[in-house]
Nanobody
Framework: VQLVESGGGLVQSGGSLRLSCTVS????????IGWFRQAPGKDQEGVAS????????HYADSVKGRFTISRDKAKNTVYLQMASLKPEDTAVYSC????????????????WGQGTQVTVSS
């Protein structure tokens, strides 16, 4: 299973970005897809996840109401729409594929993308 992120970049505080995670070697019906981020000097943090059934979403408290995870099954792609961005959202964002109940649990994910940098200027 391979995952490739895109859509990162530099944005001003209050702005928006949409990240994409394209999956190959499997389908979105087989995995929960999660977005994680890691800022310099900080631990990796689960941001949002989307399970294959129902589907069910989970969000970190720090992004609730600002970030939205969604999917396009035809494109085998999961998106993270980020709005009202803050400087503290600056991090490398990675997507990962895991088991159905993985939610934001880091250990529930087996496959990882390379990550994309998001920088929010004040």
């Amino acid at each position: 299973v391979q995952l490739v992120e895109s859509g990162g970049g530099l944005v001003q505080s209050g702005g928006s970005l949409r990240l994409s995670c394209t999956v190959s070697g499997s389908t979105l019906d087989d995995h929960t897809i999660g977005w994680f981020r890691q800022a310099p000097g900080k631990d990796q943090e689960g941001v949002a996840s989307l399970s294959p059934t129902e589907p069910t979403t989970h969000y970190a408290d720090s992004v609730k109401g600002r970030f939205t995870i969604s999917r396009d099954k035809a494109k085998n792609t999961v998106y993270l729409q980020m709005a009202s961005l803050k400087p503290e959202d600056t991090a490398v964002y990675s997507c990962a594929a895991g088991w159905e109940g993985a939610s934001l649990y880091l250990g529930g994910y087996d496959y990882w993308g390379q990550g994309t940098q998001v920088t929010v200027s004040s």
